[in-house]
């Protein structure tokens, strides 16, 4: 019987993590709003953008739900959402954060799993990994509907992580990278050992820490040494 390393498991984030998209995500938002009659410069857009932002790295369909009342409106919300998102990235607006593809075969390369999550569906995580050239870069990738519907604050895609891959013997030999809220809840409601914060994305060290961060660090890119000092 062979036994797996300590943090041989490593789940990481993409929009805001591993990758760069400019704020796409109220770009798209503000489109979709539009679509469903809220109009730019209302309270009422004000508002729902304010919720968008408060929530980063939920699942979309769940912040619609919210927004839009009935699932009607929130799965037409989230059509269109997607379909302004994919536009954006068609448009050549993303970008690996620095650092991310490396980090990404510096572990694997190491001999660990890596699995890259999503808010989005599958449709707009697909297009984000065909823009990056990213088809194949880790060894498993999953959006809510992979883990059963919920996402995120719901620990769901990490254990289906977990249970999928079978690269750990135990929950907190997990390690969860993040740059949300959102993220470091997931990451501590599994079990994982390590939730690391990063600062390229929605929220700030102190909305990080408070939600549960172990580590928060500059960028995905200063992930390895943890690895390696926690062993």
Not at 15 to 23: E, Q, S
Not at 136 to 159: E, H, I, K
Not at 166 to 185: C, K, S
């Amino acid at each position: 019987m062979t036994t797996a390393r300590k943090n041989d498991l490593i789940v990481l984030d993409m929009a805001g993590t591993t990758v760069a998209d400019g704020g796409l995500v109220e770009q798209a938002f503000e489109r979709a709003a539009e679509r469903l009659g809220v109009r730019p410069g209302t309270a009422d857009h004000r508002a729902k953008l304010h919720y968008v932002r408060d929530t980063m790295g939920e699942s979309k369909i769940s912040v619609f739900r919210h927004l839009f009342g009935t699932e009607q409106l929130a799965q037409r919300a989230n059509t269109a959402f997607e379909e302004a998102y994919g536009e954006l990235v068609d448009g050549g607006l993303i970008a690996p954060v620095p650092g991310a593809r490396e980090v990404i075969e510096t572990l694997r390369a190491d001999g660990r799993t890596v699995v890259l999550t999503t808010g989005f569906a599958r449709v707009t995580q697909d297009a984000i990994l065909d823009a990056l050239g990213w088809q194949g870069l880790a060894d498993l990738t999953l959006c809510p509907a992979d883990a059963g519907g919920r996402g995120r604050p719901y620990p769901d895609m990490v254990l289906a992580a977990f249970l999928r891959t079978g690269a750990v013997a135990d929950v907190r030999e997990v390690v969860v990278a993040g740059d949300t809220a959102y993220d470091m809840l997931s990451g501590r409601r599994s079990g994982a050992g390590i939730v690391a914060g990063v600062l390229t994305g929605a929220h700030d060290r102190a909305a990080l820490t408070e939600h549960g961060a172990t580590h928060v660090l500059g960028s995905i890119a200063e992930l390895p040494p943890i690895l390696v000092e926690s062993a």
